[in-house]
């Protein structure tokens, strides 16, 4: 450290140092630099310092609220007269070396002068625009459906209802219908139940049978239920990726076969075990080639 | 299409002609269709049985697919009544010899037979295998002499009886209550809470408008357990009865199962149940004319395992994102849409029944002090007898893993027993001889959980076991709360670390002290039990890990940073086989001469292991 600090100080220019993002590992960065001595500019592009952690509750691992661990820390931040800085900003370049950078910052119009401000909010209340209703944009999801998929949409919603209990059951058949839930369909089944399109997309990330990506002709399912991981199924899992040039979850290129894998399918006692569009196969890790081969030859043969 | 029953008399003369019409010394040919044995092809078998039957002019012989007979080891399983031959691993080519033989002249085949792997003697009827006959099967026994999909075959073995009995005699919704908790039956979900005691705070529970759920909960996630589904696909109108009568004795109008996506037969099964129960006027409006109203919805989950927790499994029921919430009130006075809701596992609905019909002191008399009755535990891993088995509360762990397992797989040697699923944990060999009930496994600090039970040989490694369960829980984490969601990805990555060769001194203290806080402070029951494979495996196998990390060694050959293969010079035989086989060409060597393995360019597969026929290949 010391080496360094010497060559350092052989430089003109020294002495400053650049946080980029005002969250709370930002702050504390700025504030430790500060106390050891160096000039601070901490550069953020919302109004505030803060970043996400006002918003969570606890932190782990001890439980702590997070306002109560934040807020004396931006108070500090406000106040030290080492850190500058420089909110509602970007930051567009950055040239130079060690010890001698030159950073370009873009600062948007705040249309209040930060100097004289004192924060008392007395503007905002006044402000004559900020109760203006605001007219939210009306979009009718039914137009960016085909004649064709209204049609089998329609249906589905008809069998399972319109209850708040249905939401799950209706995207259960279009995932299965379509092998994957297409996002204007999402947007229709929203509008139709009545519920809001964050909850439907809440839900359709959260159980992992739902794709929202569209799968391929096949779908490989390897389970990696504990039965199946000590008979070997990770092994068979690598061949199938090495073989397939593709990770879990995604689509080989061709379209021919998606990857995926399952907790458990309850047939342990034929593990490790691979499920080919819901047909059962026992495998081992020296079959994978042979067994890919075989799938891709009888598509050839009905094609 | 079933006809509908107006009332008590209508129940008993169908009760009457079924018994008769399906007698059950007929000759029939019973054969396995669960999902295990119809990976084996059971189904085809069981279609060409029923063709060569016709083929062969054999009229007075039906055939009868049936669900899980348990021994899915040996599947497709056969059994030929009323001697109960057993005949096991049936090939479609086997179908026309057991036809002309065994039907028709009465001889048996012994190339189907069981062969006792102790004794060497070939085995012709169930009840002398020591897999079946170390058992007791009063839930499960009941899957091989019925068609899962016929109502009739199960009013033929009894069923709905205990039903119409209580309507009949107009019992009250207490006296139930008291039936089962005199019984003693804790629930199978795993944690054990007495069931009476359950039902009687739904049933006390206030609700404004009356309304009640039971919901039977069949999102069997734990990997590695499949007992569950095989009593959906075996018996699902047990199960559909003992809802029906805790529905009576807690006072609720409606009734949901959630069901694993996964089990498509037991949703096609359990479907076709009510359906049935509907149309002969056992589910819906006014059972029987008797006045007491009740419906059953199927919802089906949604592949996240955290929804077999009971309040996240409500939330999804509600349409919902699975995320658990904090129970500072039980769900049996605010669960679903918060009203008084009783959730219980199938095994235990499916025990209902049994206890009304035979008496809470019948059942009593099974098990130990604290838990009575039978449980069905998935015996999965490197086991003999793969297999659903029932076994009496209180066996050991011996019993179950050497006399109904049939011990270890190629005469290795056992390592450990891992009971619970993700939440349970693993119990070495000196516990052996541990009876199996709620608290003794929860005391070596396994749980009951859902009832898997994975056997561990010598070529388990014990980090990795740990390491894959946290993985598995770490995926599955809904992320609701911090140290679920953070503590688990530290757990995973320090693992990660030992697994691959860059363990430190300090991370086993690091691991412990991550675990408890992780135990003490996570929202539910997932996070709250996620550390259980950890501590276990650090409380019996600490050597390991510390191979692992000191040594940089894997005692079981598992942790591919950890190991090499090498060819054995003296047992080369140069057939090349490895060398073809070989997915990234690091082997060389001409025919005839002993081969090498390029260190650099292997990828340490296996496969040139797998396939060596001389044993020439060698891991270290």
């Known amino acids: 450290m010391s080496d360094e600090k010497k060559s350092l100080a052989s430089n003109s220019k020294h002495g400053s140092v650049l946080v980029i993002g005002g969250g709370i590992a930002g702050i504390q960065s700025a504030l ?19 970043g996400v952690m006002p918003q969570l509750d606890k932190t782990f691992p001890t439980n702590d609220c997070a306002m109560c661990i934040l807020a004396p820390k931006l108070v500090s931040t406000g106040r030290h007269p080492n850190i500058e800085l420089i909110t509602y900003s970007d930051l567009k370049n950055i040239e130079g070396q060690l010890g001698n950078f030159l950073v370009t910052i873009n600062k948007r119009a705040r249309s209040v002068d930060e100097s004289l401000c004192n924060g008392c909010g ?22 960016d459906l085909s004649e064709k998929d209204l049609e089998i949409v329609d249906k589905i919603i008809q069998t399972c209802g319109k209850e708040p209990d249905s939401l799950i059951p209706v995207m259960q058949v279009i995932n299965e219908n379509y092998k994957y839930l297409p996002k204007s369909i999402l947007a229709y089944i929203a509008q139709e139940l009545e519920i809001p399109l964050s909850q439907v997309y809440h839900v359709a990330t959260f159980y992992t049978s739902f794709s929202l990506k569209p799968r391929g002709k096949h779908t490989l399912r390897v389970c990696m239920g504990t039965a199946c991981h000590v008979r070997g199924s990770p092994r068979v899992l690598d061949e199938i990726k090495r073989h397939l040039k593709i990770e879990s979850g995604q689509t080989t290129n061709d379209g021919l076969f998606t990857l995926e894998t399952v907790n458990c399918l309850g047939a342990c006692a034929l593990g490790p075990v691979v499920v ?25 043969q009905i094609a | 299409m079933n006809k509908l029953l107006k009332n008590y008399n209508d129940f008993d003369n169908l009760q009457k002609e079924v018994t008769t019409k399906r007698d059950h010394n007929r000759r029939l040919i019973t054969i396995c269709n669960g999902t295990g044995c119809n990976a084996l092809k059971g189904k085809t078998v069981t279609k060409l049985l029923v ?15 049936t669900g899980c007979h348990g021994f899915c080891e040996q599947g497709p399983i056969v059994v030929i009544r009323p001697e109960n031959i057993f005949y096991k691993g049936i090939r479609p080519e086997n179908v026309e010899r057991i036809v002309s033989e065994t039907i028709k002249k009465g001889k048996i085949i012994e190339e189907l037979l069981y062969i006792d792997p102790k004794s060497g003697k070939h085995l012709v009827y169930e009840k002398d295998i020591p897999f079946y006959n170390n058992q007791k099967r009063i839930l499960f026994g009941y899957n091989e002499f019925i068609d899962p999909t016929s109502i009739e075959d199960y009013i033929s073995i009894g069923g ?39 039902w009687e705070s739904a049933y006390k529970a206030r609700s404004k408008d009356k309304i009640k759920y039971v919901i ?13 589904r095989s009593l959906l696909e075996g018996n699902p109108h047990s199960v559909l009865e003992g809802m029906i009568i805790g529905a009576y004795a807690v006072g609720a109008q409606q009734g949901y199962i959630y069901v694993r996506a996964e089990y498509p037969l037991a949703v096609e099964y359990f479907d076709k149940a009510i359906q049935h129960a509907r149309e002969i006027g056992i589910l819906g409006k006014t059972i029987l004319n008797s006045g007491f109203s009740f419906d059953i919805k199927i919802a089906k989950g949604g592949g996240a395992f955290v929804c077999g927790e009971s309040t996240a499994l409500m939330a999804s029921i509600e349409g919902k994102p699975g995320e658990p919430r904090v129970k500072h009130i039980h769900g049996t006075t605010s669960g679903l849409w918060d009203k008084p809701t009783v959730l219980n596992n199938v095994e235990t609905w499916a025990n209902v029944p049994l206890i009304i019909n035979k008496s809470s002191d019948w059942y009593k008399k099974i098990g130990t002090e604290g838990s009575k009755g039978t449980k069905i535990f998935s015996l999965v891993g490197k086991i003999n007898n793969t297999g659903l088995v029932e076994v009496p509360m209180g066996i050991t762990l011996r019993d179950v893993v050497f006399n109904i397992g049939g011990g270890i797989k190629n005469g290795k040697k056992f390592k450990a027993i891992q009971i619970g699923g993700p939440s349970g944990g693993c119990i070495p060999e000196k516990y052996l001889n541990l009876p199996i009930d709620y608290d003794s496994l929860t005391d070596a600090g396994a749980m009951m959980g859902s009832g898997g039970m994975i056997v561990m040989d010598e070529g388990t490694c014990m980090v990795d076991v740990a390491k894959y369960f946290v993985n598995f829980l770490k995926n599955e984490s809904c992320g609701k709360c911090t ?20 363990g430190k001194d300090e991370d086993i203290e690091l691991l412990e002290e991550l675990a408890e806080i992780v135990k003490d402070t996570s929202l539910c029951q997932l996070g709250a039990t996620a550390p259980n494979p ?6 019996y196998f600490k050597d390991e890990y510390e191979a692992h990390i000191k040594d940089k060694k894997c005692p079981a050959h598992v942790c591919k940073s950890l190991i090499t293969y090498n060819i054995d010079t003296k047992k080369c035989v140069g057939c090349q086989l490895c060398a073809k086989k070989c997915p990234v060409e690091a082997i060389s060597g001409k025919a005839k001469q002993t081969h090498k393995i390029n260190q650099k360019a292997c990828i340490k597969c296996g496969i040139c292991y797998e396939n060596c026929k001389f044993k020439a290949v060698e891991v270290h």
Do not use: W
């Open chain 2, 534 to 539: 950890i501590l276990t495996t650090l409380r």
């Open chain 2, 216 to 228: 039977c909960n069949a999102d069997e996630g734990d990997p590695g357990a499949y007992a569950n």
């Open chain 2, 51 to 65: 063709d060569e039957l016709k083929k062969q002019g054999v009229k007075d012989v039906s055939v009868l697919a």
């Open chain 1, 122 to 143: 007395l503007c905002v209340e006044n402000c004559l625009v900020r109760f203006k209703p605001q007219k939210p944009i009306k979009h009718d999801a039914k137009k």
């Open chain 1, 276 to 300: 080919v569009d819901d047909e059962y196969y026992p495998i081992s890790s020296s079959k994978v080639e042979d067994f890919l081969k075989k799938i891709i030859k009888e598509d050839e």
């Open chain 2, 160 to 198: 709905y009886k205990a039903l119409v009995h209580i309507l009949r005699e107009k019992i009250s919704p207490l006296e139930i209550i008291n039936i089962i908790t005199e019984s003693g039956l804790r629930g199978r979900g795993g944690a054990g809470f007495p069931t009476g005691k359950k």
């Open chain 2, 483 to 502: 140290p679920c969601r953070e503590g688990l990805v530290q757990m995973h990555g320090i693992l990660t670390e030992i697994t691959e060769g860059r």
């Open chain 1, 32 to 50: 430790d630099l500060a106390d050891s001595g160096f000039k601070v500019y901490l550069v953020e592009s919302k109004p505030s310092i803060g």
